[in-house]
């Protein structure tokens, strides 16, 4: 089946550093991945969709240069925040669809299993 | 705009009852599709259904059924003789305009608790 495996599952950083976190769709090309911020007890908000090989389309209110996505390979896109501060802390998770529009597993999107980032 | 609305905040059931998570939804495309997904305290998002907006037919899977009326804009999801492991918080989400590469609106979550 599809599965997108998003890495690290956690970090913690100090405050003004940079983190990266991978998402790899393993057995399919996603041509479009989606990434997502959840605060604690709140729902997904959409940051961006990156389509491979193209620029990232950014939600109104999420800063770009702040949070830097590169999608080079159907099946590698990078979210990086840089410059972290503790209002960055959150759960960061990303999803894929391919090439056809449809995963034959799941129908849906295929969500990678998150990464939980704590700036201090 | 589209938007998903899901009043239940928490929910809390004895284990064996039977529970209804209430979605509502609001969009100006006659094509769209819902979806229900399941969190876990892992985090991760556990796909359960997906559901077009021509396809009015209530589903069963196991345990589980969906109910989408367009006449009132819901798609309302029951677990039947509900289970500890059902707990977790229960995400419905809304895509405008079929698969392409259009983003899920997500609700507010229902955050399901089942009592031993």
């Known amino acids: 089946g599809a599965v997108v495996s998003q890495h690290p599952s956690w970090v913690i950083c100090k405050s003004g550093t940079s983190v990266k976190i991978e998402c790899r769709s393993l057995d399919f090309q996603a041509t479009t991945m989606f990434w997502y911020r959840q605060f604690p007890k709140q729902s997904l908000m959409l940051m961006a969709t990156?389509?491979?090989?193209?620029?990232?389309?950014?939600e109104q209110g999420v800063e770009k240069d702040k949070f830097l996505i590169n999608h080079a390979s159907l099946t590698l896109s990078t979210l990086t925040v840089t410059s972290a501060h503790p209002e960055d802390s959150s759960f960061y998770i990303c999803?894929?669809?391919?090439?056809?529009?449809?995963?034959?597993?799941?129908?849906?999107?295929?969500f990678g299993s998150g990464t939980r980032l704590t700036v201090v | 705009a589209q938007k998903v609305t899901q009043a239940q905040t928490e929910i809390s059931v004895v284990e064996k009852e039977d529970v209804t998570l209430d979605c509502v939804y609001e969009?100006?495309?006659?094509?769209?599709?819902l979806f229900w997904y399941k969190q876990p305290p892992s985090g991760e998002l556990v796909f359960l259904i997906r559901r077009n907006s021509f396809d009015e037919q209530n589903e069963i899977s196991g345990r589980y059924s969906w109910n989408f009326q367009k006449s009132t804009s819901s798609f309302n999801f029951t677990i039947t003789a509900s289970q500890v492991v059902d707990s977790a918080v229960y995400f419905c989400?809304?895509?405008?305009?079929?698969?392409?590469?259009?983003?899920?609106?997500f609700g507010t979550g229902t955050r399901l608790t089942i009592i031993p």
């Open positions: 990156s389509n491979e090989g193209s620029k990232a389309t950014y």
């Open positions: 969009t100006r495309d006659t094509t769209y599709y």
């Open positions: 989400a809304l895509s405008e305009a079929g698969f392409g590469n259009e983003k899920l609106t």
């Open positions: 999803s894929a669809r391919d090439r056809t529009g449809g995963l034959s597993r799941s129908y849906g999107y295929t």
